[in-house]
């Protein structure tokens, strides 16, 4: 089930096959925007933990880049931070992820950018959190999401952020998740009904706009 496969002409493929203008110049306008970071914790990236995505090593540094220039940019970049226990997530994968469990700590490549951090116990991040009080209190229109899993906490993030009342931008180079099917159901899924999906890059453009 698990593959690696992240690579350029993956991105190429689905931005061409996703990416729907018409929906982009719509979102363009509205431009309060926040960056969601998605659980980009060690134990979906290192390659020591059981639950390591194989294209981790590809993914990693581009999303680096993406917040290092979105920082600079002066975006707000939200993170979130999983655990469950003895749940319907217990339930459902058969472990728990402990709080205090090392992989569980962001990665360290991203704890330069972790000035907000909230913590999740679902898929939802708006599910029991403050997040969308906080999205609120910074007059924010548009939330760009990024991270992992792209068909689990990604996507449902990005479902609930638009139930919300946000416009949604899920860039198609920007979460991560095991294998290509699973990502490009999602990008498939979300581009008709929730959220416009350009690349990074093209993410950047918007936002350093005039």
Same mark, same amino acid.
């Given at each position: 089930?698990?593959? %690696?496969?992240?690579?350029? /002409?993956?991105? !190429?493929d ?9 929906? @982009? ?6 431009r309060?925007?926040?960056v969601?970071?998605? %659980? ?7 390659? /020591? +933990?059981?639950?390591?995505? &194989? +294209?981790? &090593? ?8 993406f917040?290092? /220039? ?6 707000? $970049?939200?993170f ?5 226990? %003895? ?5 459902? @994968? #058969? #472990? ?16 330069p ?12 991040a708006? *599910?029991?959190t403050?997040l969308? #009080? ?6 924010? /229109?548009?939330?760009?999401v990024?991270? !992992? ?8 993030t990005a479902?609930?952020?638009?139930v919300?009342?946000?416009?949604? $931008?899920? &860039? ?9 099917l ?9 581009? *008709? #009904? ?6 990074? +890059? ?5 936002? +350093?706009?005039?």
């Amino acid at each position: 089930m698990k593959e %690696d496969y992240f690579t350029g /002409e993956f991105i !190429v493929d689905m931005r061409e096959m996703y990416f729907r203008l018409k929906k @982009w110049e719509k979102v363009k306008p509205f431009r309060k925007a926040a960056v969601l970071a998605i %659980d980009l914790q060690a134990y979906f990236l290192r390659a /020591e +933990s059981r639950a390591f995505l &194989p +294209s981790a &090593p590809r993914f990693v540094p581009r999303l680096v880049e993406f917040y290092r /220039e979105a920082e600079r940019l002066g975006v707000p $970049i939200i993170f979130t931070r999983h655990f469950h226990r %003895d749940d319907i997530m217990t339930l459902w @994968w #058969g #472990g728990d992820m402990p709080k205090d469990n090392p992989l569980n700590e962001l990665l360290e490549e991203f704890k330069p950018f972790t000035g907000t951090v909230i913590e999740k116990k679902t898929y939802n991040a708006f *599910h029991g959190t403050n997040l969308e #009080g906080l999205l609120r209190g910074l007059g924010v /229109e548009t939330v760009i999401v990024t991270g !992992v899993m792209t068909h689990l906490c990604c996507e449902t993030t990005a479902r609930e952020a638009f139930v919300r009342g946000f416009n949604v $931008i899920f &860039p198609v180079d920007g979460t991560l998740t095991q294998n290509r099917l699973f990502h490009e159901a999602t990008l498939r899924n979300l581009s *008709h #009904g929730f959220a416009v999906t350009p690349l990074l +890059s093209e993410v950047l453009e918007w936002l +350093s706009s005039e």
